[in-house]
């Protein structure tokens, strides 16, 4: 069964008929994006019509090979946009470009009309004065299937499918757009993978390249970025390059160390060794220079070693719910608690049976057994 | 049976929309012009070249891994160079010193396609001030601070680019034709292409990826690619770099790293 990690919203804007599929984006200039500081920067994007709300990066566009795609695009925006289908070779009408197809001003609408004839890796963005639209959020991941497991004809089956698109901005651009100019003086401060950074990454489970051993994976990388990437791939991955801009590269190879370029996207399969457990590192590098600007981290977790739950007889929290005092019965060690995201929330005193956790929020936690690598007991806080 | 060619290096102050930069480049004449000469070959054809520096200083001919040693051409006086090439492709040719080099002294040779239809897009980015310490040889190299202002194909910008016939690719529907693009600026470039993918034919750095088919193609500092491109597809479709930073004329948009591909019926 093919797993995909990050399918949003497939259901919203997004409809099947006769062969037909047809989705309905709209854009936005009034965003806003919480950095890993927890701070709010503002953002540019587009959204389902459906849902009328947007982020980084826009929603990922998904098809089946051969599909006849109608995208309609609603303009809710003060400024001229359009929608640029990169990569996938559409004819000059629809091409998203406003000075050889047509920009769609405020307040107005326009379909672009296009055939996924190749399957692979593909984004779309704003053409519209590039440098400045991109930089504040105009742009997603489009991915047109061969079919449930299969990246292309021929190609080796996957179990799951992971998809990463790369990104930067330059938090002082995106906090004062208008004053953006000149356009070569941005230099990206903030790096992103699907819209996170930093421990937004490791906190946000979908991201994670969660596999069980003897299990195959796709990884589809893309990259919007003003910077060059390195993505580390650990030898224990056994990752191979398959597919480059939606299309076969004539000879698979392997890779450890894949440099990405702005706007270019890579299917890289993975057969990972028995115990795999090393994370991806993807480094951004400055193209005025070639100096590194900004590291994130794809946490790879093998889901064969990861945390198995004790019985009710090994280990029991009274009460539970709790108002925040607690005890545990059954068994004795280093504990930890970690909310929903596998964030830590609070280390337990091994000293004691009694814990008081009431300055956390109220909600729904797990408890982790550290020393056993075990547990992941749910705890509620009333 | 030989080619006999003559190239001039000039170097002098040129202006591009009101931005006055010093500029150097290998020229079929003594006359300064920032599109840098384009020599075409037939495999194992015989070029007979003869450089004349126009400048006080000592350049060289340089072409990585074809000619590295012996090949300095004092100020004022020339030299004569015999190269053959013994497989399709392209290289860069060019005067390796900080004054040559870092200033636009960079051109293409084309080999094994004399019977197709061509284009040539010469990559070359600059900072205006630098480009005066550069060409003086006060400064000997680019300051990891760089930030370049002007983004030049074939030794303009756009919307300059669509004058210039090797730069806009003007074909009729079903053709085949074949881009080289060479990389002497100071930075990697990325050229993206509307509408199509390219086949990669030839590359000198990149040469992994030979018989990859691409719609964004990273140009290395150096490189010097052949890409074949079948025109399918009817209409005006743009090229541009996909380093953004380079589609920008001294910060305004758009500019620098743009042209074209025409497809006619």
New interface residues.
């Given amino acids: 069964m093919k797993i995909v990690n990050l399918l949003v919203g497939l259901c919203l804007s997004f409809t099947v008929s006769h062969g037909q599929t047809v989705v309905e984006l709209f854009s936005g200039m009034d965003g806003s994006l919480l950095l890993d500081t927890d701070s709010p920067i503002q953002i540019w994007g587009y959204g389902y019509i459906d849902e009328g709300t947007y982020t980084i990066p826009a929603p990922q566009l998904t098809f089946d090979l051969n599909d006849d795609v109608e995208l309609y695009f609603e303009n809710w925006s003060p400024e001229a946009h359009t929608i640029?289908l990169?990569?996938l070779?559409?004819?000059?009408?629809n091409?998203g470009?406003p000075?050889?197809s047509f920009q769609v001003t405020q307040g107005q609408n326009a379909t672009y009309s296009f055939e996924t004839t190749h399957p692979g890796t593909y984004l779309y963005h704003c053409h519209v004065?590039?440098?400045?639209h991109?930089t504040m959020g105009m742009y997603g991941m489009i991915v047109v299937n061969y079919n449930e497991t299969q990246a292309y004809e021929d190609s080796p089956a996957f179990d799951r499918e992971f998809r990463y698109l790369m990104s930067d901005l330059e938090i002082e651009t995106n906090d004062a757009p208008n004053q953006a100019?000149?356009?070569?003086?941005?230099y990206p401060d903030y790096f992103m993978i699907n819209g996170k950074s930093g421990d937004q990454i490791t906190n946000t489970p979908s991201l994670s390249l969660s596999m069980e051993e003897g299990e195959t994976g796709v990884l589809r990388f893309g990259s919007m970025a003003?910077s060059?990437l390195i993505v580390d791939i650990p030898e224990e991955l056994n990752a191979m390059v398959h597919m480059?801009?939606?299309?076969i590269?004539?000879?698979t190879?392997g890779v450890t160390e894949l440099?990405i370029?702005?706007?270019?996207?890579f299917t890289v399969f993975v057969d990972p060794d028995p115990g795999f457990e090393e994370d991806i590192l993807v480094s951004y590098y400055s193209?005025?220079?070639?100096?590194l600007a900004g590291v994130n981290t794809i946490p790879v977790t093998n889901l064969s070693n990861s945390v198995e739950e004790l019985s009710p007889s090994d280990l029991e929290i009274y009460p539970n719910p709790s108002n925040g005092v607690i005890q545990l019965k059954g068994t004795q060690g280093n504990f930890v608690i970690t909310d929903l995201y596998g964030k830590l929330a609070h280390v337990l005193n091994p000293t004691v049976k009694q814990h008081d956790l009431s300055h956390l929020n109220k909600g729904i936690y797990f408890l982790i057994d550290l020393d056993r690598r075990v547990s992941a007991q749910m705890l509620i806080i009333n | 049976m030989a080619l006999d060619i003559v190239l001039h290096i000039n170097k002098g102050e040129l202006d591009f929309g009101g931005s006055a930069v010093s500029i150097c480049a290998f020229n079929e004449t003594e006359t300064l012009d920032s599109k840098n000469a384009i020599i075409e070959l037939e495999i194992d054809e015989l070029l007979n070249l003869t450089v004349i520096n126009n400048d006080s200083l000592t350049h060289d001919f340089t072409i990585d891994g074809v000619i590295l040693a012996d090949n300095d051409i004092a100020g004022y006086s020339q030299e004569t160079f015999q190269l053959s090439f013994d497989e399709l492709g392209a290289w860069r040719f060019y005067s390796s010193v900080s004054y040559g080099e870092y200033i636009g002294a960079t051109g293409i040779i084309n080999v094994g396609l004399t019977e197709e239809t061509c284009f040539f897009w010469n990559l070359f980015d600059l900072n205006k001030e630098l480009t005066y310490d550069l060409a003086s040889a006060e400064l000997e190299y680019i300051p990891?601070?760089?930030?370049?202002?002007l983004f030049f194909i074939n030794g303009d910008h756009f919307p300059n680019t669509l004058e210039d016939e090797d730069a806009l690719v003007s074909v009729e529907l079903g053709d085949t034709c074949y881009i080289t693009i060479v990389n002497g600026g100071n930075?990697?470039h990325?050229m993206?292409f509307?509408?199509?993918?390219a086949e990669i034919v030839s590359a000198q750095v990149a040469s992994?990826r030979v018989?990859?088919?691409?719609?964004?193609v990273?140009i290395k500092k150096g490189e010097a690619v052949v890409l074949q491109l079948v025109a399918n597809?009817?209409?005006?479709?743009?090229v541009h770099d996909?380093?953004?930073?380079?589609?920008?004329n001294?910060?305004?948009?758009?500019g620098g790293m743009i042209t074209?591909i025409h497809v006619g019926q």
């Fill in positions: 640029h990169h990569g070779d559409v004819d000059q009408a091409d470009v000075q050889t004065t590039t440098t400045l991109l100019y000149p356009f070569h003086e941005i003003y060059k480059s801009d939606g299309r590269v004539p000879q190879f440099e370029f702005p706007g270019e996207r193209m005025l220079n070639n100096e | 990891s601070m760089y930030l370049p202002e930075m990697d990325v993206h509307h509408g199509f993918h992994d018989g990859w088919s691409k719609d964004t990273p597809l009817e209409g005006i479709y743009p996909h380093n953004l930073i380079a589609v920008t001294t910060g305004f948009y758009p074209q």
